[in-house]
């Protein structure tokens, strides 16, 4: 053989390599594109049950316990507790948009600037919602004319303070934080393939 042989098939051999290689990058593009988007999804299912879930709560548990009345315990109560539920149930409705505007046909970039405003805009809404929590339940209390100051009421208030101090916490430290990091270290490495 001659070296215009040798270097013939040594083109043809760095050739197939290098489509071997794109293929493989591509296939490993579509997988973690694919794992990405199936977390993407579930969020979405989760913010759609957030939509369901107040409306179904309200006329099943909280409407049929209510006695209408005029006093101004009622009155206030259902003013705190009713824009309380209406700030965090529009939020969820924009929380939901967001996601749904998420869409991996977009060019990586977009994506990954969607992800990390939607990241944001959740930690935001879930710390407004945790600092009103208190006002909403105050205002239930107020329309069940609930007793604060009692004997009988101070371990059911002590039980709430104490489950929503811990559902802070892992919410926080554990769930919307890692869920958001793990999604953005896969578009860093979708994008890597990229390149």
């Known amino acids: 053989m001659e070296m215009t042989d040798f270097q013939n098939m ?6 197939s390599i290098s489509e071997n290689t794109q293929i493989n990058k591509q296939i490993l593009k579509n997988l973690l594109v694919t794992k990405t988007e199936r977390k993407i999804n579930w969020i979405k299912a989760q913010a759609i049950f957030n939509l369901l879930l107040p409306l179904i709560l309200l006329s ?24 309380v539920f209406t700030l965090t149930y529009i939020w969820a409705i924009k ?17 990954k600037k ?8 959740k930690l935001n809404i879930t710390k407004l919602g945790y600092m009103l ?12 004319e609930f007793p604060f100051f009692s004997k009988s009421s101070l371990l059911p208030i002590a039980l709430i303070i104490m489950v929503m101090i811990i559902s802070i916490y892992i919410t926080f430290k554990f769930s919307i934080v890692e869920r958001f990091r793990t999604i953005n270290r896969e578009i860093i490495e979708i994008e890597k393939l990229e390149v």
Do not use: C
């Not at 967001?98 to 991996?104: E, G, S, Y």
């Open 60 to 83: 099943t548990v909280l409407i049929p316990r209510i006695n209408l009345r005029t006093d101004s315990g009622f009155i206030i109560g259902s003013i705190l507790f009713g824009v």
């Open 10 to 15: 040594w083109t043809q051999h760095t050739k």
């Open 114 to 121: 969607n992800i990390i405003q939607l990241e944001k805009y």
């Open 133 to 144: 929590i208190p006002v909403a339940v105050i205002g239930m209390f107020m329309m069940m």
């Open 95 to 111: 929380y939901f948009l967001r996601v749904v505007k998420i869409d991996f046909k977009n060019s990586i970039t977009s994506t």
